[in-house]
């Protein structure tokens, strides 16, 4: 469907996103975003904890696929419903959802009752990301957006240098409940400085855009599903494995087509580049992540908090880069961050493949990576950000949930190819064979990142 990008609002001298007009609402989304990327976070640390304790050890790895898997849902409901009312109804409710997650988890007897729990937890939480994009686009002037995702980008920063250390103490001096049921405080009252935002928002229905389509939702409930199969058959490391997960993503592929705006697979020009960009980098980038502390003690010997200095130091300059891609504004253009952000991908994937083969100094793995983690600190917020100017009003929730959902995809099968990959490889080159599949992706992605700079006008 033909669109035209959005014109940059009038800022009538307002700059910053902590002004009075815009401080309830940046600091309410900030706690927001914050306690579901703990949440997250922390879940990790206590899972193995829980499992024990509910003897459901079986259900470990379906405990972290299943949310993964529904937040599909939520994000494609949340952007139909956003684009047809506007983000206040998703967001009362996907906030409702996810408490009720977390109530079930904190107190669920059964692992069974407590995936229950996860699948409410993952279908808040991916409708409360695309939601929130859509309140920033029509909360907040375009100038000012820059500012905003460099903000969410510390928002989850955070929680992953303290997240998983503050959720084991929690789970060792409290009880493992606490890291479920703790939160809910915390997320009503992020909420309530929210809602006089929301409550100035019309939720009159658009009339030009129909029902919203069921065959939408029925498609993301498949390429959830077909995700949580990818993540079976990663672990199993068979040529009939690799066959499955193969037909799985392919499938998944066809599910997720109408879900993406037009042209995304062709990567063509502007929106949909903007797209495949986003599914690309976290593939690449999350997809080597995962096997660099696995490296580090395999091949470095390290101690298991000393290999995740590497990932501190890459979370701390995302952070860094985010900060620095808000501070710099329109004077750096989005596809130009776009591209740094691959060329330090390139690197940090590089170093990671360097050291599987040539083991140098462990230094030499933390600073390649650290470069990684500034490059992702400046490619994602702009990836939001040109996403949302080359979007009409009517498209901002189809737009966001298409942003999340290649997140997702990206990272749920890039894992679980690099687990086939992984198992597969001749031995003592298991990690030279993921390092240089990311590697592979990431200048894939450098390659098309021109073409997210669109023209004057952009077919979605």
């Given at each position: ?62 405990a ?9 849902l ?50 808040g939480g ?16 375009a ?27 929690i789970?060792?001096?409290i ?43 029925l ?17 199993a ?8 997960l ?21 990567v ?11 599914t ?17 003690r ?11 200095l590497?990932?501190?130091?890459s ?8 900060w ?20 330090a ?34 490619i ?5 950000v ?27 099968s ?36 021109p ?5 004057a006008?952009?077919?979605?």
């Amino acid at each position: 469907m033909p669109s035209s990008p959005t014109p940059p609002a009038k800022t009538s001298g307002i700059e910053s996103i902590y002004d009075a007009k815009y401080l309830a609402t940046t600091v309410g989304m900030f706690v927001l975003v914050f306690l579901v990327a703990f949440e997250s976070m922390a879940v990790t640390t206590v899972m193995p904890l829980v499992s024990e304790l509910l003897d459901g050890q079986r259900y470990f790895a379906l405990a972290f696929a299943a949310p993964m898997a529904s937040a599909m849902l939520g994000m494609v409901a949340a952007g139909e419903i956003s684009d047809r009312r506007g983000p206040k109804i998703p967001l009362y409710a996907s906030v409702s959802v996810f408490v009720i997650g977390l109530l079930i988890c904190g107190t669920a007897n059964t692992m069974q009752v407590l995936i229950l729990g996860r699948i409410l937890q993952g279908i808040g939480g991916g409708a409360i990301t695309v939601a929130i994009y859509v309140l920033i686009a029509r909360a907040y002037p375009a100038i000012l957006h820059t500012k905003i995702f460099a903000l969410f980008a510390t928002a989850w920063v955070i929680p992953a240098l303290v997240g998983p250390w503050i959720a084991g103490l929690i789970a060792t001096y409290i009880h493992w409940r606490a890291v479920f049921l703790g939160v809910l405080v915390f997320i009503a009252l992020a909420f309530i400085a929210i809602v006089p935002t929301l409550h100035r928002m019309s939720t009159e229905r658009d009339p030009s855009l129909g029902p919203v389509s069921t065959k939408r939702l029925l498609l993301a409930a498949l390429t959830g599903a077909l995700v949580i199969v990818m993540n079976l058959l990663g672990n199993a490391g068979t040529g009939w494995s690799l066959a499955g997960l193969l037909a799985a993503l392919l499938l998944a592929l066809v599910a997720i087509r109408p879900l993406l705006p037009r042209g995304t697979f062709t990567v063509r020009r502007g929106l949909p580049a903007t797209i495949m960009t986003r599914t690309l980098v976290a593939g690449a980038f999350f997809g080597a992540e995962i096997y660099l502390p696995y490296m580090l003690r395999e091949d470095y010997f390290l101690a298991p908090d000393r290999a995740g200095l590497v990932l501190t130091a890459s979370a701390l300059m995302w952070s860094l880069g985010s900060w620095l891609q808000g501070r710099v504004g329109d004077r750096l253009s989005n596809a130009a961050c776009i591209s740094i952000g691959g060329v330090a991908g390139v690197i940090a994937i590089s170093t990671a493949l360097c050291a599987a083969l040539f083991h140098p100094p462990v230094a030499v793995l933390v600073a390649g990576w650290a470069v990684g983690g500034f490059g992702m600190g400046m490619i994602f917020p702009r990836q939001n950000v040109n996403m949302f100017a080359l979007s009409s009003k009517a498209e901002q929730g189809f737009n966001s949930s298409a942003m999340t959902l290649a997140d997702s995809l990206g990272n749920a099968s890039v894992t679980a190819l690099g687990g086939v990959i992984f198992a597969m490889a001749a031995i003592g080159f298991g990690f030279v064979a993921v390092f240089a599949f990311s590697l592979l992706l990431i200048l894939v992605e450098l390659i098309i990142a021109p073409r997210t700079k669109a023209n004057a006008a952009v077919s979605v």
